[in-house]
């Protein structure tokens, strides 16, 4: 089976911050950014939204092009971004989002400091 290599950008709003990532594993990845999975940048700013996404079959390919949209100036981001995505709709809902084998931390129903 081929792997496949993601690069992303994540918005908190449309023309709002913006965060520009690459992963094998997309749904995963954007999971963890939607809950705050991870301390930084995404879950200071709550960015959240997928807005744009591009996969190939090649790390090399992913890395060199996560480095060049972090270089793009911003404006070109959101040309980018309004090619494929006029409307800045979260994406999340679009791709295959099966997330439960990543839901491993158990939910409490305890209110706290209730016991």
């Known amino acids: 089976m081929d792997r496949q290599f993601h690069v992303y950008i994540l918005a908190s709003r449309p023309r709002g911050a913006l965060y520009v990532g690459r992963t094998v594993n997309l749904v995963k990845r954007i999971w963890e950014h939607r809950e705050g999975v991870v301390d930084g940048h995404t879950k200071r700013y709550r960015i959240k939204q997928l ?65």
Do not use: H, M
């Open 51 to 115: 807005v744009y996404f591009e996969t190939t079959g090649s790390l090399e390919c992913a890395y060199a092009r996560e480095k060049q949209l972090k270089r793009y100036r911003r404006e070109w981001k959101f040309n980018l971004i309004e090619q494929g995505n006029p409307g800045w709709k979260d994406l999340w809902f679009e791709i295959d989002a099966d997330i439960s084998p990543y839901l491993t931390r158990p939910i409490s129903t305890d209110a706290p400091g209730s016991q």
